[in-house]
């Protein structure tokens, strides 16, 4: 990223805010020239910019102790407001979990990520920086690299575990989504379902429309304007005595997809508690696992700079691992 050579000016996209420190402003701290002249107002909200990675000096992020530096004509400072991950919960937080992140594959156009259950990959709308995201922990992953940028290009649920791919450059976004609207690329999970599942392996169809009041997934017909068609292939693992793996690939990618389609067939997930359609609490003796029983295992998608297919998979956590054990253990004579 080249730091400005004028007054003021945007890097591309619009992103970060650049300034040359005048010979007028020679020798002022720098939380007071960030109140005074780059529109944060107070010296402890400069302070938080800085805190929160959101400063730029020269064209590399500034250090929170560096508030008190005086400037001198000539330094470049920027100002990255809507820097990816920089409104986040607290650096604490952040440096708590980061080690819950498992980078699966990284290179210039793109990263993919194997999301721990629990975390949401984005904030909610309204909710910026109530709770630590996966795009906060990768924002604090690269956050040395000022060339850093980062787009959510799918998302999974919160209590869903496995793969999420995020792109670095707008180019990249822009043809991955394309691929994601063109069901071009191959999504797999695997899913621990209620019950007994016949046939052994076949395709899910529905019409779902969204609740955004509820915020939740219904069944829908055909004719209503919200509807929309979900459609996902399944094939039976394992079976166990309460419950059985499943392999899903998704065809479409709506929200909540899968636990609604297995749900309304009457084999909710293993501790999934919304989609249920009626269907009794969990048999007595199944294990628990505190989470909706669900990881996205296996991504196949086009490079969006070479073109070339990329295939990633993320193993099971512990406690999706723990759980099959379980259930393995309980199927023997």
């Not at 989504?177 to 016949?198: C, D, M, N, S, W």
């Not at 779902?208 to 039976?236: F, G, I, M, N, P």
């Amino acid at each position: 990223m080249l730091c400005c050579s004028s007054a003021i000016t945007l890097t591309r996209d619009d992103e970060m805010q650049e300034w040359i420190i005048a010979d007028a402003d020679a020798d002022m701290r720098l939380d007071l020239w960030l109140a005074r002249r780059a529109g944060a107002g107070s010296r402890s909200r400069a302070s938080a910019w800085l805190e929160r990675g959101k400063v730029f000096l020269n064209g590399r992020p500034a250090e929170p102790g560096e508030a008190s530096l005086r400037v001198r004509p000539g330094l470049c400072v920027g100002v990255w407001i809507d820097r990816p991950g920089s409104a986040k919960a607290g650096d604490r937080a952040v440096r708590e979990l980061k080690d819950l992140l498992r980078v699966v594959h990284e290179d210039a156009a793109l990263v993919v990520v194997d999301k721990p259950a629990g975390l949401l990959v984005e904030p909610l709308p309204d909710r910026e920086g109530q709770e630590v995201t996966v795009l906060d922990l990768l924002a604090g992953y690269f956050h040395h690299d000022v060339r850093a940028r980062l787009f959510v290009v799918h998302r999974i649920d919160r209590d869903t575990s496995g793969l999420v791919l995020f792109a670095r450059t707008s180019a990249a976004r822009d043809e991955l989504k394309e691929q994601f609207e063109q069901r071009a690329p191959l999504r797999v999970y695997q899913a621990v379902l209620e019950g007994t599942i016949h046939p052994l392996r076949g395709t899910w169809r529905d019409q779902l429309a969204w609740d955004a009041e509820k915020l939740r997934q219904r069944k829908a017909h055909a004719t209503d304007a919200r509807a929309k068609e979900a459609v996902a292939e399944y094939a039976v693992l394992e079976q166990f005595e309460q419950a059985a793996l499943v392999e899903v690939s998704l065809v479409t990618g709506k929200r909540n997809q899968i636990r609604v389609q297995a749900g309304v067939r009457g084999h909710p997930l293993l501790g999934e508690r919304q989609y249920r359609f009626g269907s009794p609490p969990e048999p007595p003796g199944v294990p628990h696992i505190g989470r909706q029983a669900l990881h996205a295992w296996r991504l196949r998608f086009r490079h969006p700079s070479t073109g070339l297919p990329v295939t990633v998979t993320a193993e099971p956590p512990p406690d999706f691992a723990q759980l099959l054990a379980t259930l393995r253990q309980r199927r023997r004579p």
